[in-house]
C-alpha cells in the first residue's frame, strides 16, 4: 500500500496512527512537486493529504481511508462492536472533522505575528473551548475514548488536541483542556503505537512553530 502524505499533515497523521495500530506494511510518498501540482491531482483529484493507493486504486479523505482500513485489515479492531456505541464512535469521528479541526485550522493563518489578529485569535479559542467541553462531555474513557483499547474516534483528537493547545500558545492564547480530555490525551500520547505513528508529525509541527 502507498500511502500519501507530508510529515506536517495532521489529515495524514490521524490516517498514519491507524496504518500503525493495525501494523500495515506501507510505503509513505510525500507528493514529488507538493499537493497543489497537476501531478498530484492526476493521482488524486481532491488535491488533498492524505491519500492510500493499491495498484490503480486511490483513496482520500482521511475517514474513508479509516473506514477502509478497519475493514480491510479488522485486526485489532478499532471500531466497536455495540451497534450504538460503533454509532457513537463515528459520530465523534465527524464531530471532530466538521467542527473541532477546523477551527484549530483556522488559528493557522495567525501564527506569523505579522498576520496576527489578536481578536479572532480570541474568537478561535472560545469556540474551540466550548467544542472541547461538547467532546468532554460525551466520551467515557475506558480508558480510551469510548473503548477499552485505542479506536477511530481516538485518532483525530489524539492529533487536533496537542495542535490546538501548541498554535494557541505561539498565538499567546494558551488553552486549558477539560481535565478527563487532558488525562486522557496523557495515557493515549504514551501508547507504544501512538508514540510510533506520531513521531514524524510531532516534530515537523514543532519545527514549523518554532520557525
Ligand atoms: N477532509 C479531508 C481534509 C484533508 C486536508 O485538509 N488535508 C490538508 C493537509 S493536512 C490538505 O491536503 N490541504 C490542501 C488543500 O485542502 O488544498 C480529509 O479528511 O482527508
Not at 495532521?10 to 506501507?26: E, M, N, P, Q, T
Not at 483525530?156 to 487532558?182: K, M
Request: neutral net charge.
Amino acid at each position: 500500500m502507498i500511502f500519501h502524505a507530508t510529515a506536517l499533515s495532521s489529515y495524514s497523521a490521524k490516517v498514519r496512527l491507524v496504518l500503525c495500530v493495525k501494523g500495515v506494511d506501507f510505503e509513505e510518498r510525500a507528493p514529488a512537486q507538493g499537493y497543489r501540482s497537476a501531478e498530484y491531482r492526476a493521482l488524486v483529484p481532491m488535491g488533498t493529504l492524505p491519500a492510500i493507493q493499491e495498484g490503480d486504486w486511490v483513496l482520500s479523505e482521511s475517514e474513508a481511508i479509516n473506514e477502509y482500513l478497519e475493514e480491510r485489515y479488522p485486526t485489532p479492531p478499532m471500531l466497536p462492536q455495540d451497534l450504538q456505541l460503533r454509532a457513537q464512535a463515528r459520530f465523534l469521528c465527524r464531530f471532530h472533522d466538521l467542527y473541532l479541526e477546523p477551527r484549530v485550522r483556522a488559528l493557522f493563518a495567525h501564527v506569523k505575528p505579522a498576520q496576527r489578529n489578536p481578536q479572532t485569535v480570541l474568537a478561535l479559542r472560545d469556540d474551540i473551548d466550548a467544542r472541547l467541553r461538547q467532546l468532554a462531555s460525551w466520551v467515557q474513557p475506558q480508558p480510551f475514548l469510548l473503548t477499552p483499547t485505542i479506536g477511530l474516534a481516538d485518532c483525530g483528537p489524539l492529533v487536533t488536541l496537542p495542535l490546538a493547545s501548541q498554535v494557541l500558545a505561539v498565538c499567546g492564547q494558551p488553552l486549558t483542556l477539560p481535565p478527563v480530555l487532558g488525562e486522557w490525551l496523557q495515557m493515549a500520547s504514551a501508547h507504544p503505537d501512538v508514540e510510533r505513528a506520531l513521531a514524524l508529525w510531532r516534530a515537523a509541527t514543532q519545527t514549523w512553530l518554532a520557525s
